[in-house]
């Protein structure tokens, strides 16, 4: 097996990523891009052989040296907010001209008829999704539903204020970054996955009622489910402090979920991972992000 990149190796999905894929491989068949090669995160790993980049995806220089020698480079999507389109393409370009032979991107599941379209995301995934098939290189695209983990930034902390979100009947199957990075893992240490995409959603649809209903069970108190407005769902947001357009990045994603836009169950993950995925109640019950009840 060549060597493996993992960018962004310090954020959350990478960061897993690596530390699962480091259990499978040879320290020094691992190589991370980063903005921080100082970080104590990354000396620890580079004491054991991992060879550290430093650069961004804006810096194709830094890209063209980091992916020397590579084999397989696992592209984790940039942040919302930035020039992504350049970001991506400058990854997809460095890695063909660096001879590197398969790039594994995390782009976000979407229906494919369907015309909803999340700012700062849907657009540029597509974008991303079309220049790697058409760059020759061999590729392998991983289809990311909503995490769990970050579930909760869509309705704030139930337990003070219950979940208020605008109406919607929609489900999501959202899986924990746990999983994606076991999948993540699994295509960079096994054969057979170049030139094809997966829909890693979860094992388990949930709508924003069925959340405050498991909530409401695990804690053993009522925690309501309240419809409200896209305007006074917004107008909360922002008085709760974020700006306009994270609120309006939000809603989009709520509006997502509500159509049933991350509703499909594919099994995708489940096969690459080798188990079923964890489910939204028992991530709710096992690892809560909220605060206590306070009496």
């Known amino acids: 097996m060549g060597k493996i990149l993992i960018t962004g190796a310090t954020g959350n999905l990478g960061s897993k990523t690596l530390e699962l894929l480091l259990t499978k491989v040879p320290f020094n068949q691992v190589a991370v891009l980063v903005r921080n090669t100082e970080s104590e995160q990354i000396k620890r790993y580079v004491k054991e052989g991992v060879e550290a980049h430093q650069g961004d995806y ?6 063209l040296q980091a992916f020397n020698g590579v084999e397989k480079v696992m592209l984790i999507s940039a942040q919302a907010f930035t020039d992504r ?6 990854v997809i370009a460095a890695a063909k001209q660096a001879g590197v032979k398969q790039v594994i991107f995390t782009s976000i599941i979407r229906n494919e008829n369907s015309n909803l379209i999340i700012p700062e995301v849907t657009m540029s ?20 539903p909503p995490y769990l983990e970050v579930m909760h930034s869509y309705y704030g902390d139930p337990l003070k204020v219950g979940v208020r979100v605008p109406e919607g009947l929609g489900k999501v199957a959202a899986a924990s970054l746990d999983d994606l990075a076991a ?15 997966y829909t890693l ?3 388990e649809g949930s709508s924003f009622a069925d959340i405050a209903e498991a909530l409401s069970e695990i804690h053993g108190i009522h925690i309501p489910y309240e419809a409200i407005s896209e305007t006074e769902y917004s107008d909360t947001m922002v008085a709760n402090g974020l700006p306009v ?15 049933g836009e991350f509703s499909g169950i594919s099994g995708d993950l489940e096969r690459l991972i080798g188990q079923k995925p964890i489910t939204y109640k028992d991530f709710l019950k096992n690892k809560f992000p909220f605060s206590k009840v306070e009496n």
């Open 183 to 197: 999948a993540n893992v699994a295509i960079l240490t096994q054969d057979g996955h170049e030139n094809k995409s």
């Open 58 to 63: 804006l810096d194709y220089n830094s890209l």
């Open 201 to 203: 959603s979860g094992s």
């Open 85 to 90: 389109n350049t970001q991506h393409f400058n």
């Open 125 to 144: 995934d597509i974008f991303a999704e079309q220049a790697l098939k058409a760059s020759g290189l061999a590729y392998t695209i991983l289809r990311n």
């Open 245 to 259: 357009p994270m609120t309006d990045f939000l809603l989009g994603w709520v509006r997502a979920i509500n159509t």
